[in-house]
């Protein structure tokens, strides 16, 4: 936790750290929720609100 932060910023910071390391390695919204343990809608929802999106594989 940095100095200052409040829990609700540092649970966000954290979510934001964990789906941005998964989205370069997950091919989808279903492997990520199931990797997770939590709906593909919650996963859409949370990567929209950290404006965040699966990386495609070149090809």
């Known amino acids: 936790m940095q100095a200052g932060e409040t829990l609700k910023a540092y649970l966000a910071r954290a979510e934001r750290d964990v789906l941005a390391a998964l989205c370069k390695t997950q091919p ?7 990797q997770l343990g939590i709906s593909q809608p919650s996963v859409v929802r949370k990567l929209r609100r950290h404006g965040l999106t699966i990386g495609r594989p070149a090809g």
């Open 28 to 34: 989808s919204t279903y492997a990520l929720a199931e």
